[in-house]
């Protein structure tokens, strides 16, 4: 008879939403969270036999952020990640391993008191891995939407049966970032990796969307001593010029359409010479 066993497995609750409200006499300061976690340890029992002794109730982990937010505030995501990561490890004999992966929504003041404006689609993340193998920490930004109207180009490319699209010296340049990154211990404040991806790519002169993603990553680096790594995922948002000519009009690059699929997807990792990188945590979901 054919036998099984039980291969890679971790359970968890998903997307918690967590708004806080820290009062103060000067104002408000909004937080806006998104929380998952996932843990992993002695748990086969309850995949063979139904046995739940080692279990804790995911109803449980969502309880423990709101309960951790009272007690002890969010100074920052990457900070409340790791608190929730080290205390389900060390609180439960049966959990070895936890990830809190957290998503941010930034909000912006109004009037410099409790009003508030969501700052569009952009989301700012933080994963933590917490287990034998120490703590990791990878912070990042996602749907940081980028355009430049010019200082692109694209050309000199492999061209076959099947090309038709046509070289350019001057076009628009748009993306929607995801970025992550990480340091070879502990971690770091994530704004000003976040300025750097921005800067890169506002005074990058573009000659490809690849050369662009190196440029920001690079830029990371540079400005961020303590980030040994960068991954970046480039969605190139495509502009092409509308065809005015049936209508007797000239488009001299001021007219387009923005396609939205199918789009080049554009990733990489940019690293720094010479420093060793912490082994990767390996979960398979």
């Known amino acids: ?142 749907g940081l939407v980028l355009l430049k109207t010019t200082d692109s180009e694209f050309h000199g490319y492999l061209k076959d049966r099947y090309t038709t699209l046509p070289e350019t010296r001057d076009r628009v340049l748009a993306t929607s970032v995801d970025a992550t990154w990480r340091t070879a211990s502990g971690f770091t404040d994530p704004e000003p990796a976040r300025a750097a991806l921005i800067e890169a790519f506002a005074d990058t002169y573009s000659h490809a969307l690849q050369q662009t993603l190196f440029a920001m990553g690079s830029r990371v680096l540079e400005r961020c001593p303590d980030v040994v790594e960068v991954k970046l995922s480039l969605p190139n948002r495509h502009h092409f010029l509308v065809d005015l000519e049936p209508f007797g009009l000239d488009n001299p690059n001021e007219v387009y359409f923005a396609a939205d699929r199918p789009y080049g997807l554009i990733e990489g990792v940019v690293r720094r010479d010479g420093v060793t990188i912490p082994q990767e945590v390996t979960w398979t979901f």
């Open 1 to 142: 008879m054919p036998t099984f066993e039980l291969g890679p497995n971790q359970y968890g609750k998903a997307e918690t939403r967590l708004v806080h409200v820290e009062r103060g006499a000067g104002g408000d300061r909004l937080t806006d969270l998104n929380v998952s976690i996932a843990l992993r340890g002695d748990l086969a029992a309850s995949h063979l036999t139904g046995d739940n002794a080692a279990v804790l109730p995911t109803d449980t982990q969502k309880n423990t952020v709101y309960a951790f937010a009272r007690e002890f505030g969010i100074a920052g995501s990457e900070a409340f990640a790791i608190r929730l990561a080290e205390h389900f490890v060390a609180a439960q004999p049966s959990i070895h391993e936890a990830r809190v992966t957290i998503q941010r929504y930034p909000w912006i003041e109004i009037d410099g008191r409790h009003s508030f404006q969501r700052a569009g689609g952009e989301v700012r993340t933080v994963t933590v891995h917490h287990g034998h193998h120490g703590t990791q920490v990878v912070s990042g930004v996602s």
